[in-house]
């Protein structure tokens, strides 16, 4: 593939209190790396729908058929063939033809969050997976033909369940649920019930990106190929639910929960990642969004400094 690249180049602003940095590829457009983003409609309503804050977020849009195409192409002879000696096994064992039933089934949008991470604890992640399908009745039909071909012990374990005239299946995963239904053509799949019903009730225009006030950000994360959003606030939270946990690797972690150190914390946003692609050309942009009042990496130096001092002083 390296054939098919013209230029690339990096550029970041060092003046700036965020951390910003530029990337820019630009390929022949012949290229089969553009035939990803070929006919592909980007659709984050669910992910984006959720009202709580995502401490993560990862999403991306191609087209999956000429992805598993491009793969075929460009991979070596003994990796293709491990993963073709893979849905033989599957074939062989569940009856399901990967390439048929499932790959050229699936749509463009695959998308992950995790949110809230005041709530989050080793029996509560709030995670929610949401994967589109062309035909979801078809995806249907290949779940059914699955469980009907595993031990009859584990068969017991699938829940179908009604949840607001949803299909939907349950299964125990240790001390958590897993639940797997569809909304529209998107299968929604979460740890826990609450997460799922607000996966089925998510709505765009209630969701928290009418909390974000960067027009920009808020626009690539709607529309962009492929996008990722960390909340710094949300991850602070969770990190401190596991301070006792981090207390047994290193006492240091307690400075975690003192006021200096939230105050240090406040400083740090968010970090995204935003891609785009062109007639030729794919773009990037990378920001850790902060609140100094300095140059990024004099903030952050601070920033290292203070959390010293703390540790000497503890």
Do not use: C
Request: proline share 4%; aromatic share 10%; net charge neutral.
């Amino acid at each position: 593939m390296l054939k098919d690249y013209k230029s690339t180049a990096i550029s970041v602003d060092l003046k700036s209190s965020d951390l910003k940095a530029h990337f820019y590829v630009q390929i022949i457009e012949s290229s089969k790396l553009f035939s990803l983003f070929k006919g592909i409609t980007v659709n984050r309503d669910i992910v984006l729908g959720i009202p709580d804050s995502p401490a993560l977020l990862w999403s991306a849009a191609q087209n999956m058929q000429n992805y598993w195409k491009l793969l075929q192409d460009t991979l070596d002879k003994e990796t293709l063939e491990l993963i073709k000696e893979g849905f033989h096994s599957v074939k062989t064992e569940y009856g399901i033809d990967l390439e048929t039933e499932l790959i050229n089934n699936l749509g463009s949008n695959f998308s992950a969050g995790i949110y809230d991470g005041m709530s989050i604890n080793m029996g509560n992640i709030n995670t929610l997976i949401s994967l589109e399908f062309k035909e979801p009745a078809k995806m249907v039909s290949l779940i059914e033909k699955a469980i009907a071909k595993i031990p009859e012990e584990q068969q017991q374990m699938v829940n179908r369940l009604d949840i607001k005239g949803s299909k939907v299946y349950m299964v125990p995963v240790g001390p958590l649920q897993l639940y797997a239904g569809f909304k529209g053509n998107h299968l929604v799949v979460t740890m826990g019930k609450p997460m799922f019903e607000k996966g089925l009730d998510a709505d765009p225009s209630k969701g928290f990106l009418n909390s974000i006030k960067d027009k920009t950000l808020k626009d690539g994360l709607k529309n962009e190929i492929s996008v990722f959003y960390m909340d710094l606030k949300e991850v602070f939270y969770t990190v401190k639910n596991f301070i006792p946990m981090l207390m047994t690797l290193s006492e240091d972690a307690s400075i975690v929960m003192t006021p200096e150190f939230q105050k240090l914390a406040d400083l740090f946003h968010y970090v995204s990642f935003i891609a785009k692609a062109g007639k030729d050309e794919m773009k990037g942009d990378f920001v850790i969004k902060t609140g100094f009042d300095k140059p990024f990496f004099k903030g952050v130096k601070d920033v290292s400094d203070k959390i010293g001092e703390m540790k000497q002083t503890k």
